[in-house]
């Protein structure tokens, strides 16, 4: 297979096709793990999920178990969750808060800032197993945060995260802004799994196109409860489109039909919530002008960061990450984020608005599963029917629109460009 | 309460909670419905946690009266595209305990396992139904119905049907 070829792109025809073996093929699936997710930049977690000294969460990240913690002093690690004596899990809790951790196999001890802590009597181990290094956690090479965001990267000579996220951080700036005293998750977050190949949820994260066609029954209730809002903002911004942030990245941004919590207001979230979002709404523009706080009450954003980390700034905040398990599999990690000691109402009322639209039991993220799910189902046919088309959008003169494809053709540019890169 | 109250109590919910499986094991989805009193509310915590206040956690459904009536308009539609075609069901009930009651309003609790298949593929949840069942009213009216899912996460990926 000549990887370079599964993506064509004729720029004056308007053209741009994905052949379907990328989402079926064990070989390409063996060279993303090598190609992308041994050299990206990978989402890890939030600041405030280990927020306090000691705190510790496990998590599976680019195929790689790792342990996410402070350690006593404060300082943040990520160490690979492997004993180094003979490689059991050493921390087998989703999450928790110690001062030690130790390995229950042979009880080998590491202190929280990974260092081997066991004292055996003279005799057992050699003077290297103490002061070398060798029986310590090992850490992850790459270890980097923007903003509460923690990044980690498993190629020691990766670019820095903030030359990585390039265009992406202006608009990670915007979510983190949004509270002066920032952001956190909101409990543990949903987990699934999506029998699909994990970049059908890369496109689809960051896809206006497929808006109304799939989701009209979430638009209908919407309506109904008179939560449907499209009249425009009465300001001058009117940014509705797409940027492409440089290495794969890209964003839509366009007026929000729905409420956000932070801070547009819906009639169905009931008049007395009026002048709290209308306060939040005037405390945004006072901090960050007219412009900026408008744009970050009113307009909606869907971002990915290539290649798996996806912040949707919508009818709530979503995180959501997700790896392959198969080509035909991936598992999913999503978490709420709200703002950091919000009020009781408005954090009720957060979480209430995710869940109108986002997750297994929302009433939109489902059909897009089942989208996707199609889809993998449908590349059973790629023999007679070989291509997807990611076209649309491309003979447009000026910018691109926000139902466009140009956003995935970012992805899939960074894709093929890495995906065929020697390793 | 009598021993035999008890269980005659404990009997005349099972044949309720039979009835409820029943409803929705054939799609009749808005006569589901109808079994909850106004003001009820259905949630699914989040798995593999005990974390259990939707205001404080994000769950899976946490729905309020006006909520889960439009979730079951949803389900009414062809274009709730993961129901469509509609996937099969059966609920199974068993474990039926009453552990509370006062003011009319029965705390029940069950385990649950529910099996959905579509396209192929078959989608198994289990776990334990909480309730509060008004049990004053004729026929009984569900005041709220939680379903903890035994699950370290959701396997099946979608919930969709009313588990």
Known sequence: ?423 | MRRNDTAALRGRIEDFLYLEADLLDEWKIEEWFALFAEGATYEVPPTGTDEHDPATSLFYIADDYVRLRERVVRLTKKEAHSEFPRSQQRHMISNVRVTGLADGVADVSCNFVTYRAKRGVVDTYYGKHLYRIDVNAEPFRIKSKRSVLAMDMLYPGKLTIII
């Open chain 1, 1 to 423: 297979m000549n990887l370079k070829e599964l993506i064509v792109e004729d720029r004056f025809g308007g053209v741009f096709r994905v052949h379907r073996s990328a989402f079926t093929s064990a070989e390409v699936a063996l060279l993303e793990r090598a190609n992308i997710f041994q050299r990206c930049w990978l989402y890890l977690g939030h600041d405030s999920e280990i927020a306090g000294n000691c705190d510790f969460i496990t998590r599976a990240v680019g195929g790689r178990e790792l342990i996410f913690n402070r350690d006593r002093a404060g300082a943040v690690h990520a160490f690979l969750n492997t004993c180094p004596h003979r490689g059991a899990m050493v921390v087998r809790e989703k999450k928790g808060n110690a001062l030690s951790f130790r390995c229950f196999y042979h009880g080998w001890s590491f202190n929280v800032n990974g260092r081997f802590a066991s004292r055996f009597d003279e005799g057992n181990y050699g003077k290297e197993h103490y002061g070398g290094g060798c029986a310590d956690l090992a850490q992850v090479p790459r270890l980097e945060s923007y903003r509460d965001f923690w990044f980690v990267n498993f190629d020691r000579n990766a670019v820095p995260l903030s030359d990585y996220l390039a265009g992406a951080k202006e608009y990670i700036d915007l979510v983190a802004d949004q509270n002066e005293a920032g952001m956190e998750v909101v409990g543990s977050g949903q987990q699934y799994i999506i029998n699909a190949n994990w970049k059908l949820l890369a496109e689809n994260s960051i896809d206006a196109f497929h808006g109304f066609p799939v989701h009209s029954t979430y638009f209908d209730y919407l309506k109904t409860l008179g939560a449907l809002r499209m009249e425009s903002t009465g300001s001058n911004f009117t940014a509705s489109g797409m940027h492409d942030l440089g290495n794969g990245h890209a964003v839509i941004e366009y007026a929000s039909p729905w409420g956000r919590p932070i801070a547009r207001w819906v009639p169905s979230m009931g008049e007395d919530k009026r002048p709290v979002i209308a306060a939040l709404r005037e405390g945004l523009i006072k901090r960050f002008g007219e412009q900026r706080g408008t744009r970050m009450s009113e307009f909606s954003r869907n971002m990915l960061i290539f290649p798996n980390l996806v912040i949707n700034d919508i009818m709530a905040i979503t995180i959501r990450t997700f790896m392959p398990a198969a080509p035909n599999k991936m598992t999913v990690s999503a978490w709420a984020l709200g703002s950091r000691g919000e009020d009781h109402d408005l954090r009720k009322l957060r979480l209430f608005n995710f869940l109108e639209f986002l997750g297994p039991g929302g009433f939109a993220t489902p059909d897009d599963q089942e989208a996707l799910e199609n889809c993998q189902r449908g590349y059973q046919n790629l023999r007679e029917v070989g291509w997807n088309d990611i076209s649309k959008g491309m003979p447009r003169q000026g910018p691109p629109m926000n139902d466009d494809e140009e956003q995935m053709r970012c992805f899939w540019r960074q894709w093929r460009d890495r995906i065929g890169a020697v390793s």
